[in-house]
């Protein structure tokens, strides 16, 4: 067996491994299966006795009396006898076939109900659970897989993905098990009825294989292109979405259209290759079954004529029945096969994010956190992001209770800082401690306790201004909440809203303006009452006012805490305790706003740019 093929098998099995919690069901949907099949081919068993016991006896008695009507031949004394003991026989047989029929209208609809039910409550199910099992694994990747990703790949994933996987196990546990159960009930029958006829209609079998094995690699290598361009497709109405605004600007709407149309005829084409192979593999498959069906027609005629294999009317038929019966159950195959094969890249592409490493577990010794009691302290901490270093040795200390700003160009590695804080990455060299305990040794949920951040984007959630603030502690008192939103200035404005804080924000807060978003992920961030906040570009989006005054709130609630204030824009930092300059991935200065302003270093080069007003040419 080839590699792939192995792979292929692996995924397939890993599919199947997801309707386990199902078992009962499963074994009902296989059952109930069986008892379908079962009743199509007692069908058409049903023309063997009433061809060779009822119709073929009947037409030899009218045969005879036609002679003897003739004159050709003489009517025998027991002639009548004969009739009677016939029309007994066709009687008895007739009590038989009708309690058959009964059996078979009323049991194969109410078997098809229950095989029909069963098995799509499970594949519905199945396909809820992986979608769900794959969004937890996304939750708990590091960081770094989203930013290598991107967020149209795991989109694409996480829907088109999982739906294209989870219709492999819709087949196999629905259409393809039952067209399984009717081969296997057929091809008993048939053996039963004529074996020699059976292993002749065999010969097909091997032909059949092949042209699934030819078109089926090309099926999954086509396919996986296809979901892959999925991903580019998605990819582009992203970023339509998100530069709306730019683009309507612009006058662009052209120009992403003629983009977004070249990607998605790249889809079309692949997905036409998909196509293709698929429609001519279902071709080839019907042409060696008509021609097996027909061969079959002309050696069973051929067998009755000449007298050999024990072969009569009535078994031809209903082998012929039984034969023509299996076309459906074989083209669904056929189709259901190419499906699979369609699907695996899919599933492939599902498993490699659940098979991805999640964020790295903590050690069995890991600590548990309730307050920072002395500080946070950086001992020569280097970090990269695989290419360029971009923090080259930082030694730094955050003492509980006093605002530490990190200032600098752009680039220099502020942001990382606060990653490295949150263990969103853990640093290559050096190490961070909380109270002289190295981060790694502390429970990352309790560190997240400790630690909040608020963003130079503030991310809101389609919901409620009141659950927006809430979030991260959604059992806090609406008293709590308001308290939070009153430090971050943003009451006031909330109670000016028609539903005040019950006013729901739109998709990522679109129906807010920047410094009302802003304001808001500020009283989150309150509200959760850490031991250490980080402002990253946080008040980016506030104008001087609103700035001001949320600063003053901060301070305010500075007792027992640390702030750590990365900011660009200079006049946000005057009343730090400690200013800290980083360039080029280190410390190069640190002192108060007024003791940096008296060195000539970078501190006041940044400053006297920011103050500098622009010259004209």
Not at 2 to 9: C, G, M, P, T
């Amino acid at each position: 067996m080839s590699r792939r093929a192995k792979s292929s098998l692996r995924t397939l099995a890993r599919l199947f491994w997801y309707a386990r919690p199902y078992v009962p069901l499963v074994v009902i949907t296989i059952v109930f299966s069986l008892v379908y099949a079962g009743g199509l081919t007692g069908r058409a068993y049903l023309t063997r006795p009433l061809i060779d016991d009822i119709a073929a006896p009947n037409l030899e008695v009218s045969s005879l009396e036609d002679l003897i009507a003739s004159g050709q031949v003489e009517a025998p004394e027991d002639m009548e006898l004969q009739r009677q003991q016939l029309k007994s026989q066709i009687q008895d047989r007739l009590g038989d076939l009708l309690l058959a029929a009964i059996v078979l209208v009323l049991g194969m609809p109410t078997a098809r109900l229950i095989r029909d039910y069963a098995g799509e409550w499970v594949m519905t199910r199945v396909g809820v659970d992986m979608q769900t099992h794959l969004c937890q694994r996304v939750l708990g990747l590091p960081l770094s897989r989203f930013e290598q990703e991107g967020r149209s790949d795991l989109i694409a994933r996480m829907m088109s993905d999982t739906l294209v996987a989870n219709r492999a196990q819709v087949l196999i546990f629905g259409e393809a098990l039952q067209d399984i159960a009717i081969v296997i009930a057929a091809a008993g029958v048939a053996f039963y009825l004529n074996w020699r006829l059976s292993l002749v209609a065999l010969l097909v079998g091997p032909a059949v294989a092949i042209i699934l094995q030819v078109f089926g690699q090309r099926i999954r290598r086509s396919s996986q292109a296809r979901q892959e361009q999925i991903a580019q497709v998605v990819a582009r109405m992203l970023q339509i979405l998100g530069g709306i605004k730019v683009i309507k600007a612009f006058r662009a709407e052209k120009l992403e259209l003629d983009a977004f149309k070249r990607e998605n005829f790249r889809y079309f084409r692949r997905a036409m290759r998909v196509i293709r192979n698929r429609v001519l593999s279902r071709s080839f498959v019907e042409l060696a079954s008509q021609a097996a069906f027909m061969s079959l027609l002309l050696l069973g005629i051929y067998a009755i004529v000449e007298g050999f294999w024990d072969l009569s009317l009535g078994v031809l038929t209903a082998f012929l029945f039984i034969s023509a019966m299996l076309y459906r159950p074989t083209k669904n195959l056929t189709r259901a096969y190419n499906a699979i094969q369609d699907a695996l890249p899919a599933a492939g592409r599902v498993f490699e994010i659940l098979d991805a490493p999640a964020e790295p577990e903590d050690p069995p010794d890991a600590i548990a956190l309730e307050r920072v009691g002395k500080g946070i302290r950086f001992r020569d901490v280097r970090f990269n992001y695989g290419r360029e270093a971009v923090l080259r040795g930082v030694d730094l200390e955050l003492p509980i209770g006093q605002v530490v700003a990190i200032v600098g160009r752009t680039g220099s590695g502020k942001t990382t800082l606060a990653d490295l804080l949150l263990r969103f990455y853990d640093p290559q060299e050096g190490q961070i401690e909380i109270d002289g305990v190295d981060l790694r040794r502390v429970r990352r949920d309790s560190l997240r306790e400790l630690v909040t951040v608020v963003t130079q984007e503030p991310i809101l959630f389609d919901t409620t201004i009141l659950e927006n603030i809430r979030y991260g502690r959604p059992d806090a008192a609406f008293e709590v909440v308001v308290d939070a939103a009153r430090a971050a200035h943003v009451h006031e404005f909330i109670e000016e809203l028609p539903e005040g804080y019950e006013t729901t924000v739109g998709e990522l807060g679109a129906r807010l303006s920047g410094g009302q978003r802003q304001r808001i992920t500020i009283a989150r961030a309150i509200l959760r009452d850490p031991s250490v906040l980080i402002f990253d570009e946080a008040t980016s989006a506030l104008d001087a006012r609103a700035e001001r005054a949320v600063y003053e709130a901060i301070w305010n609630l500075m007792e027992g805490r640390t702030v750590l204030l990365i900011a660009h824009r200079l006049s946000s930092v005057r009343a730090a305790d400690r200013i800290a300059v980083l360039e080029d991935g280190r410390i190069v200065e640190e002192g108060s706003h007024e003791d940096l302003l008296a060195r000539s270093g970078l501190y006041r080069e940044l400053v006297e740019l920011q103050l500098s007003p622009m010259t004209s040419r």
